[in-house]
Nanobody, 124 residues
Framework: QVQLVESGGGLVQAGGSLRLSCGASVASGGTFGPYAMGWFRQAPGSERENVATVTWIRGATDYADSVKGRFTISRDNVKNTVDLEMNTLLPDDTAVYYC??????????????WGQGTQVTVSA
């Protein structure tokens, strides 16, 4: 059982920057070792979308086209944290941002654990 907690959301002006952080913990004192971590977002009236992923061991990253060149995902597999650095923010980036964990690489496995979400609001 994994618990994920996001922090760092808030209000920022267009063109500004914001850094989100997600901390992971395992119930019963287990070891946290997922295949990958991801950041997702959902705006009102829109479907949830995957904006960035990072593999836990290698640190390979991938991004949605809408955020390439502006967002950077990173992980610290000693502290069990994953960050999302967001630069050149746009009003369309306004959404609730969620941290999620994918435990295995198997094609049948998705993102099994999710945080509570943190609100990001970008004003014009």
């Amino acid at each position: 059982q994994v618990q994920l907690v996001e922090s760092g959301g808030g209000l920022v002006q267009a063109g500004g920057s914001l850094r989100l952080s997600c901390g992971a913990s395992v119930a019963s004192g287990g070891t946290f070792g997922p295949y990958a971590m991801g950041w997702f977002r959902q705006a009102p009236g829109s479907e949830r979308e995957n904006v960035a992923t990072v593999t836990w061991i290698r640190g390979a990253t991938d991004y949605a086209d809408s955020v390439k060149g502006r967002f950077t995902i990173s992980r610290d597999n000693v502290k069990n944290t994953v960050d999302l650095e967001m630069n050149t923010l746009l009003p369309d980036d306004t959404a609730v941002y969620y941290c999620a964990a994918r435990l295995t690489r198997r094609s049948s496995g998705g993102y099994e654990y999710w945080g509570q979400g943190t609100q990001v609001t970008v004003s014009a």
